[in-house]
């Protein structure tokens, strides 16, 4: 493998110029540099990025932690991530933590010893406290739609009571009474305030929100699946059913399908996210737009910021959520 020496023995210049001429750092004659450019281009020359990121203490690498890359919703954040380090010269390294704090804080440590710039944590699954981030004071963090406002890291968050709001406000206008929700796991922030939304929406129309009807999900498939079928096996069922998140939705479709109960004709059902998926169901799914990829670009703009300015009081960042209107809810009909 080629080193900065034998390019410049091979162009007759010094080490030093040879770095200008790659990094640009210093004004190097057209002829030098085509020169250097040439002996480069022949010995296939690619510069350490270890060696460089020693010497500036930065490697232009970040790192982020998710619950699941698998999971859609993940996965469309962490696309928007790698937009925007592409755009601004970064790399993105992406671990998953599937909900485990031990790998959570394995991760943490790998990254750190690869000596990445700053972390986005989105850990979903996981619940939050100073103690969970203790061991990493100095690291610069940011908490995607996760964690709370009272530790070292900018969070940005969604608007998750809004959102709730908005998708049972919508049953409510389709003349909808009789109103159930599939909710995420207690204790998480998302679906804790989704609930809250929904509640909140509720008691505003004067609605009696029934307890039977009120059953916690997982955000997954599997979760949607069981929840949507222990509604189901209730003396009565709803005729609308907010649920909390559109993995859960798919699943509890499939639910009604086995049941041989029709959407929307028999139960109108809204998500929550707007993953891509969501369009292409049959029928397509109303959910509401947690905007995925902006969560993403603004998650690298934001560590950027804490990279740049580590002194800084830490920023609460409000994502708003919007209603999209598609096939599976109708007026309903007695």
């Given at each position: 493998?080629?080193?900065?020496?034998?390019?410049?023995?091979?162009?007759?210049?010094?080490?030093?110029?040879?770095?200008?001429?790659?990094?640009?750092?210093?004004?190097?004659?057209?002829?030098?540099?085509?020169?250097?450019?040439?002996?480069?281009?022949?010995?296939?020359?690619?510069?350490?990025?270890?060696?460089?990121?020693?010497?500036?203490?930065?490697?232009r690498t970040l790192g982020m932690l998710v619950t699941s890359s698998a999971n859609p919703f993940f996965a469309e954040?962490?696309?928007?991530?790698?937009?925007?380090?592409?755009?601004?010269?970064?790399?993105?390294?992406?671990?998953?933590?599937?909900?485990?704090?031990?790998?959570?804080?394995?991760?943490?440590?790998?990254?750190?010893?690869?000596?990445?710039?700053?972390?986005?944590?989105?850990?979903?699954?996981?619940?939050?406290?100073?103690?969970?981030?203790?061991?990493?004071?100095?690291?610069?963090?940011?908490?995607?739609?996760?964690?709370?406002?009272?530790?070292?890291?900018?969070?940005?968050?969604?608007?998750?009571?809004?959102?709730?709001?908005?998708?049972?406000?919508?049953?409510?206008?389709?003349?909808?009474?009789?109103?159930?929700?599939?909710?995420?796991?207690?204790?998480?922030?998302?679906?804790?305030?989704?609930?809250?939304?929904?509640?909140?929406?509720?008691?505003?129309?004067?609605?009696?929100?029934?307890?039977?009807?009120?059953?916690?999900?997982?955000?997954?498939?599997?979760?949607?699946?069981?929840?949507?079928?222990?509604?189901?096996?209730?003396?009565?069922?709803?005729?609308?059913?907010?649920?909390?998140?559109?993995?859960?939705?798919?699943?509890?479709?499939?639910?009604?399908?086995?049941?041989?109960?029709?959407?929307?004709e028999q139960m109108s059902l809204v998500g929550y996210d707007n993953i891509e998926l969501a369009h292409y169901l049959?029928?397509?799914?109303?959910?509401?737009?947690?905007?995925?990829?902006?969560?993403?670009?603004?998650?690298?703009?934001?560590?950027?910021?804490?990279?740049?300015?580590?002194?800084?009081?830490?920023?609460?960042?409000?994502?708003?959520?919007?209603?999209?209107?598609?096939?599976?809810?109708?007026?309903?009909?007695?």
């Open positions: 493998m080629a080193t900065i020496k034998d390019v410049a023995r091979l162009a007759k210049v010094s080490t030093s110029t040879v770095s200008h001429v790659i990094n640009k750092t210093r004004f190097v004659s057209p002829e030098i540099t085509l020169r250097v450019e040439q002996v480069v281009k022949e010995l296939n020359y690619a510069p350490s990025a270890l060696a460089r990121s020693l010497k500036v203490n930065a490697t954040v962490v696309q928007g991530v790698e937009q925007r380090c592409f755009e601004h010269g970064y790399s993105l390294a992406l671990c998953n933590t599937r909900g485990d704090q031990a790998r959570l804080h394995h991760n943490m440590e790998m990254l750190l010893q690869k000596r990445v710039d700053g972390i986005i944590l989105m850990c979903t699954q996981l619940e939050i406290d100073r103690q969970l981030l203790a061991p990493y004071p100095n690291v610069p963090l940011v908490l995607a739609d996760w964690g709370t406002n009272h530790l070292q890291a900018d969070l940005i968050q969604d608007c998750g009571k809004l959102g709730g709001q908005q998708a049972t406000e919508h049953l409510i206008r389709l003349g909808h009474t009789e109103i159930g929700c599939i909710t995420g796991p207690a204790g998480q922030r998302a679906a804790d305030e989704r609930l809250l939304g929904f509640r909140y929406a509720m008691q505003q129309a004067g609605l009696t929100i029934n307890p039977d009807w009120l059953v916690a999900g997982d955000f997954e498939l599997t979760g949607g699946n069981t929840a949507m079928s222990t509604l189901l096996a209730q003396p009565k069922r709803p005729s609308a059913v907010f649920i909390s998140n559109d993995m859960m939705a798919v699943g509890a479709l499939r639910a009604l399908a086995d049941a041989n109960i029709k959407v929307p049959v029928p397509a799914l109303t959910t509401v737009e947690q905007p995925k990829a902006g969560l993403g670009a603004l998650a690298v703009e934001t560590l950027l910021s804490r990279i740049r300015s580590p002194e800084r009081a830490p920023q609460v960042l409000t994502l708003t959520p919007e209603l999209i209107i598609r096939d599976s809810s109708q007026r309903f009909t007695p």
